[in-house]
């Protein structure tokens, strides 16, 4: 049996949203080198290339008070360590709606780098469950973009080192115990 996803305008307007916050920010390609031309720099590292965002924090900020203006939401007067909420009800489809918003993120600006932190292992083996379900749905919509996705595990650091280096799509679930530990350590292998 073959699951079909019918794409609701609700879930699209939330994927618009997320993207609307990057506004201004240009689509960047990762390569293995350090890459600068005017103000766009991707973020390579001895550790690997990363997402880098190249617009100002007023730009996010303002892009961010758009967002929340739009949605009838009271509006931040800071961008808070650029941690951003968003927020759904249950059932409406998030686990949906964050990975195409990773498929779109990918596609406008080029990201390549995303971790899906979780509050359990039934949630996280939930989430991998639903990466693979979709798999074949987002390859589709998205001209078969590459992505690769796994569960983080502190033995398995081939995961973490293939995470870094890879230009495509790299989606790493973690559980939130397991970050704490890697941030505490200030390492990966924690």
Partial sequence: MKLKFKQ???QTAAVNAVCTLFEGQRRTTATFG???SGNQTVLQTEYGVGNALCISGETLLANMQAVQKQNNL?????????QFSIEMETGTGKTYV????IFELNKQFG??????????IAIREGVYKSLQITQEHFAALY??????????????LSDVRSFAASANIEIMVINIRH???IRCSGKIGA
């Fill in 179 to 181: 970050l704490a530990k």
């Fill in 98 to 101: 964050y990975t195409k918003t």
């Fill in 74 to 82: 009271s509006q931040t007067d800071d961008l808070a360590g650029n």
């Fill in 34 to 36: 350090m890459e600068q």
């Fill in 111 to 120: 990201f390549t780098k995303f971790i899906i932190v979780v509050p359990s």
């Fill in 8 to 10: 609701q305008d609700f």
């Fill in 143 to 156: 001209d078969n973009t590459p992505c690769r996705y796994f569960i983080y595990n502190s033995s398995k």
